[in-house]
């Protein structure tokens, strides 16, 4: 191990690491104040430097502001080995408003979730039970320096009761600075404590001559059973079915086979992203509420996981690009929040400054103009196909699935002819506007005790969007970036056949509309849309959208969205039980390229036992079982 400041070392030592983690799949640490990130970055070295370690690391940090990255960066210094990923992560580390935040590092098997606001908070939301604690006890330093203490701690006897909630008998703690106070209220908690010397070089006005502290978790009581900090055991790697091959599906798979899964990924069509994620060019953009709402936080806590995926596994400026986006409020929606603090403007600013003539003569005025700085082009296609292509993926297509039925310990999967196409212990449904019929049929002939989550009303709506190629002098009357509000319009997308543009979608329920689409008709309407969102670009695309459409180069793409009333995703368990087999990661809408990962971390999450990438009171949100009936 590297040397990480004078007590770091001993940190680890104190919280039995490296050899507690030895033979463990996963390991859970929780720090509750990141500082400078010593201890971070010293784990981090620990458990690559450790052939025998965990296959996954998760490591939970409390921040009670945002950390400045310089701070981490200087930290970092001593660590040559994970330079690369820090200096990676100089994009990412903004936009830390209060919450959580979860960063994907060593190919995402190093997950670091950074908390930020009020201790006692952030530990009620937390969903999990940690196997190592670093618990500093010092001073909070205030917002302007780094070293001037706050007038009072945090850890009162309510801070130890949210401690113990993210604590299994026998997570070992490894304390700095602690108060005798404090070590009487977590004495009186169930942890068995012992001092620990600190190296003699250790600066003894900051840390004491016993400056550290390990001890156990073990209470001489019994833990009730209710105890939300004891979450279901970690299920064990095997064979998981996947019903959908698109954003949602895939997400899903990927995020399991990380973890050791062996995943088949079932698809009627014979290729992947057949439906609603074939669309040829998507855009990523946070959703923003007068009043900050649950939509427009689990937007941003699940670009943030996109981008650090389409940023790994996808080739910038060809299969997508940070671009930035434009928001032309032409609903009259109200902008930012009133109080919208300076991390956010990292997220989303007013944007008029980005409107420079001529590409914007004409735009409507008196309307809120928003720039989200974050916000990205992207073909969902190609992160499917990469998600897809992870070890441990089978992808099989041309199998639809029509039922499901128990076979002992597994789900066996058929199609219309009663064809065996897979079993496995465990299946996700994630095919979208076919979820409800899989679960009428599973219903009516469900075996004995199986009960089914009845889930919201689902609705599908079929969209089309338009699209060419760009001509000789269509590019001046064109924005530099995507534009999005009344419709939207990606002005430069890269194809073999040159740089295209994508306007659209239009909405209808698919439920109303029966029989033929009329395409010209949906033209018009993407016409119309983007003539009042951007007139110039209207103006000058107009001709492509005139009769006879057979010949101009205007294509058309459509597909079918699966949306809730809510215009959230379905995401949880559908049959009861401790450890509950039959799951949902579905109805991503228009959201599938903003939430879809996010859900599957959130359900591997709960495989696992593991840190949620969000709080508990947010993922609330997304539950499939949240009301109505289906």
Known sequence: MRPAGPVTPALLRTGGLPEAWRGSNSWRILDTRLNDGQAFLATWQAWRDDAPGPRMLHYVALAPQAPQFERLLRSAAQYPELRTQIEALAGQWSGLLPGFHRFMLQEGRLLLTLCIGDTQTLLREQQFSADTVYLDASPTPSATTDTAPAPDLPWDRWCVKALVRCC????????????????????????ELHEATAPAHSPPERHGPHALMGG??????????TRRALPAPALAPGHCAVIGAGLAGASVAAALARRGWQVTVLDAAPSPAAAASGLPAGLMLPHVSADDSPRSRLSRRGMRLMLQQADRLLQRGQDWAPSGVLEHRLDKSPGLPAAWPPEGLDWSRPGADKLTPPWCDGMRTGVSTLWHAQGAWIKPERIVQAWLAQGGVRFQGQASVARLQRA??????????GALLTSASHVVLANGAGLMGLLAGLREHAPQGLQLAQLPALQALRGQVSWALQREGDAAALPPFPVNGMGSLIP???????????AGATYEDEAD?????????????????????LPTAGRALAGLFEPPLGSTSLQAWRQTRCVAADRLPLLGPLDAGETPTLWVSSAMGSRGLTLAMLCAELLAAQWHAEPWPLEASLAAHLLAGRGGAG
């Open 216 to 225: 156990l978790f073990n209470p001489h009581w019994a833990l009730k059973s």
């Open 513 to 533: 509309h029966a029989g033929p689409v009329d395409t010209a008709a949906h033209h018009q309407e993407n016409l119309q849309r983007l003539k009042t969102l």
């Open 408 to 417: 002992g310990h597994d789900w066996q999967l058929f199609d219309a002819a």
């Open 492 to 502: 430069q997308v890269p194809l073999a056949e040159g740089l295209a543009w994508f």
């Open 168 to 191: 299994r008998r026998g997570t070992r703690i490894a304390a700095a600075c602690a108060s005798p106070e404090l070590r009487a209220a977590l004495s009186q908690s169930g942890f």
